[in-house]
């Protein structure tokens, strides 16, 4: 049974490639406004397991749900979500603004709409939308694929090392902008310190299972 | 499945994207003339450079296809409107089926797919996006304005003959067929590869295989006898009134005649181009029907594939897979190339470490998995050495000449033909950011290009043996003609596999969106004509020596070879010198990707 009130529902969720098992009977649940971290080692499944909740595919057992719904079935419930992979894809070609464009009008958003939106973000992060993305640096990149991932507003945040290859201000600015996200953040990480300052719950993965979780007492969130 | 946004949203997203796409792969395929133009323009021009080469790709397609349009002038003239009709309108699809083949290498694994699944589209519509968004303006000049200028041509070769209108219902009518063809070929050669890379290689694709060589073989074969009966119809005199052009000229007309039970097939009236084609030269009802009827079913068709489209984005090739449960013959062919490479390349791990990455990269090897033993090419220029079989045995002149053209190009081809389909595995510059680990080790642009040789060319190496065994059997060649043919075999054996890796030497390009564009940068691509056409002229020029040296004149010893192929063997041995000494040099100024 989930909780009433779950934004993300992770129930008995394993995920096998072949014979490999990548993530073994995970179960968790994520609330509005809670900011919820995974930590392990490099292989542990944190990267799978956040692609499942993004819906970029398919689990081999149990259920995710978002919202109610399935995020990998249903295009609407993947409109709430807003997704960073560890290694963004962005075209070399077009320029971040381009990127904007382009992100708005697939999330059917009007192009006045996604300007409004993405200025404040942009400036937060001290981004110029004009040069192409092959001219940027890797922090920069990342940085232009936060903005797409927030530009719709979404209700759950899901980043994969959301602040690797920041440097240290860029990074502090990341985190100040994922605490106003008003909806639920799912995030993996290797800083134990940006974890233990940032999540409102930690969880350990190892082996694809999460082998312990710890709730942060006082937190601002 | 229900899609986010509505059909507005959907449209102004789907131009968008095509746009920028468009726009985008023109850019990475221009990039040095671009470069060049925005040096050479005024600034006042702004974003002009493109809208240039925009323009210069624009009159290379309607150049291509004005040239495409004057050969079915005359062709149009040679037969009954019927059958010229039938003709051009078979040519219209099998030109919209090599487009689906085309789009097939992107649809299947979208360079954009994490973000097209992301977005809230069905992976219908994420299908369709990356079918459109491939290479828009090659689908645009493939499905439209090619059937366009066709159009044109037909109507003023055959005016007064057939009812204009009807001439361009009918070809409304086979355009949109074949927009449809080209989703129905995009979506089974890409069900096939699906199939292929997460089951393996099996049953089916080895029946496919068979299939499709026997169809070459047999269409091979079916050339040779034309060419072959033309040939002895023009030295027989039946037609030796007027100029060699004349007599040349009569050979389309001979081939149209040798095939003409082919072309009643094609011409069928129940026929897809037989039913237009009497619709719009008889004006027949029933024609416009049943050509009505085809195109409807082929646009359902299509329209239930691409329902169907993208399914497997999400599950992932390998989820399901069992590696080593046997049975797979690219797994087969994995452990045969790479105990091959450790024997004949002792000590090189790096050879077989590319071996095995190139058969187990399943996103190349399930596209064309029997390029590793040879593909239906191959089997093409079998048919050929074949129907020519009855000629050669008369006359030992005609055999020369068979080996050194025919054998020069068959084995040119079927050494070229790995490297081009698995350039994603071969080429230099493919290992992308991958060099900057290759570095770290110590190992160079120029060990990674030797390697990157030996392992291509041990994979062109098996088909070239087959194809040299098969060609020497079924034509029944002399002793002295089979050293011949082994002779142009080894040539093309060291010449092209390095012509095709120098390109991506010279000019490397480390980033790529999709596997499909490693080397189809312009510059690359220019640098590979030029070698082709180099190429071309040695192996010209090889065939005149070889020719006044006396080795193939009727009567001549098998001995008088000797000195002719010792010269030739001399005159390889620079050429491979000089490329290997280029190759060394270009490799110093390889730099490592961003």
Redesign the interface.
């Known amino acids: 049974m989930t909780a009433r009130n779950a934004l993300l529902a992770v129930t008995g969720v394993t995920k ?4 490999d098992v990548a993530i073994d009977s995970v179960r968790f649940e994520v609330e509005r406004g809670e900011r919820f971290c995974l930590v392990g080692h490099n292989g542990a499944g944190k990267s799978t397991l956040l692609r499942l909740i ?5 689990p ?1 057992e149990g259920t995710i749900s978002v919202l109610g719904g399935d995020p ?5 419930v ?2 709430r ?1 807003g ?1 960073l ?1 560890d290694q963004p ?1 962005l ?4 320029t971040g603004g ?1 990127h904007l ?3 708005a ?4 958003l009007s192009p006045e709409e996604a300007s409004v939106r993405s200025e404040g973000l942009l400036e937060d992060l001290g981004l110029n939308p004009c040069p192409r993305v ?1 001219r940027l640096s890797f922090g920069t990149r990342k940085k232009l694929a936060l903005v797409l991932a927030l530009v719709h507003e979404p209700d759950l945040l899901v980043l994969d090392e959301p602040t690797n290859g920041l440097d240290p201000a860029s990074a502090e600015v990341v985190e100040d902008l994922l605490r106003r996200h008003v909806g639920a953040v799912v995030l993996s990480t290797h800083s134990l310190e940006f974890a233990a300052a940032f999540a409102s719950e930690i969880g350990v993965m190892r082996n694809g299972r999460i082998t312990s979780r710890g709730v942060r007492r006082g937190d601002d969130g | ?6 059909a507005a ?1 959907w449209g ?2 789907t131009l ?2 095509g746009y ?2 468009s ?2 792969r023109l ?2 395929r221009s990039e040095r003339v671009l470069r060049l133009l925005e040096r050479v323009l005024p600034a006042r021009f702004g974003g002009r450079p493109l809208l240039v080469v925009a323009a210069c790709a624009l009159g290379w397609y309607v150049a291509a296809t004005a040239a495409l349009g004057a050969a079915l002038f005359g062709l149009l003239r040679l037969a009954s409107p019927v059958i010229a009709l039938s003709l051009l309108f078979a040519s219209l699809l099998a030109i919209a089926a090599s487009c689906g083949l085309s789009t097939a290498g992107r649809t299947i694994s979208p ?2 797919k ?2 097209l ?6 992976e219908r519509r994420a299908y369709c996006l990356a079918l459109g968004g491939g290479d828009p303006l090659r689908l645009l000049k493939n499905l439209l304005v090619v059937p366009v200028v066709s159009g044109f041509a037909a109507s003023v070769s055959l005016a007064g003959k057939v009812s204009l209108p009807a001439l361009w219902v009918a070809l409304a009518l086979v355009a949109s067929s074949g927009c449809a063809l080209a989703v129905v070929v995009d979506r089974l050669v890409g069900a096939a590869w699906v199939r292929r890379a997460s089951r393996g290689a099996r049953g089916g694709s080895l029946a496919a295989y068979g299939l499709s060589s026997a169809l070459a073989c047999a269409t091979g074969s079916l050339a040779s006898h034309i060419l072959l009966s033309w040939l002895s119809k023009v030295a027989g005199g039946s037609s030796h009134a007027g100029s060699p052009l004349r007599q040349a000229s009569s050979l389309p007309e001979h081939a149209l005649d040798e095939i003409s039970p082919l072309l009643r097939v094609l011409a069928h009236p129940a026929s897809p181009v037989g039913a237009a084609a009497r619709w719009a030269a008889e004006g027949s009802g029933t024609g416009l029907a049943l050509a009505a009827l085809w195109a409807g079913a082929t646009v359902l068709a299509a329209a239930f594939l691409a329902a169907g489209g993208g399914r497997w984005y ?3 090739l ?6 080593g449960t046997g049975g797979d013959l690219l797994d087969l062919a994995e452990t045969c190339y790479a105990g091959l490479g450790r024997i004949l390349y002792r000590g090189d791990r790096l050879v077989e470490v590319q071996l095995r990455n190139l058969c187990r990269r399943r996103e190349t090897t399930a596209a064309g998995p029997f390029h590793l033993v040879g593909g239906p090419l191959l089997w093409l220029w079998v048919g050929l050495a074949w129907g020519a079989a009855p000629a050669l045995g008369s006359s030992g002149a005609a055999a020369g000449v068979f080996v050194l053209l025919v054998g020069g190009w068959a084995a040119a081809t079927t050494v070229r033909t790995p490297f081009e389909a698995f350039r994603a595995s071969l080429s230099v510059d493919a290992e992308g950011r991958g060099m900057g680990l290759y570095r770290m080790a110590g190992i160079g642009a120029l060990d990674l290009y030797v390697a990157k040789l030996r392992a291509g060319r041990l994979i062109a190496g098996v088909p070239l043996c087959g194809l040299l065994t098969l060609v020497a059997v079924v034509a029944d060649l002399s002793l002295a003609e089979c050293v011949l043919l082994g002779a142009v075999g080894l040539a093309s054996w060291e010449v092209w596999p390095r012509v095709e890796l120098l390109p991506g030497l010279a000019s490397p390009h480390f ?1 790529h ?1 999709h596997p499909d564009e490693v080397g189809t940068h312009r510059e690359q691509q220019r640098l590979s004509e030029l070698a082709e056409d180099a190429g071309g002229a040695i192996s010209l020029l090889g065939l005149v020596v070889l020719l006044t040296g006396g080795l193939v004149t009727p009567g001549s010893p098998a001995w008088t070879a000797a000195p002719v192929l010792l010269a030739a063997a001399v005159g390889l041995g620079a050429i491979l010198r000089l490329l290997d000494r280029r190759a060394a040099r270009l490799a110093e100024g390889v730099d490592l990707p ?1």
Do not use: Q, W
């Open positions: 096998r490639f072949g014979s993004a819906g970029l595919s398919y081999s990998a079935r249903e295009p609407s993947r409109r979500i997704y992979s894809h075209y070399d070609k077009l381009e464009r382009l992100h009008a697939l999330y059917g092959e | 499945m229900m899609d986010a946004g509505g949203d102004r997203a968008l994207y920028l796409m726009r985008a850019e990475r360079p954009d994490e973000r699944l992301m977005v809230p589209l069905s999400r599950e992932g390998r989820d399901g897979r069992h590696e980033v969106e961003p």
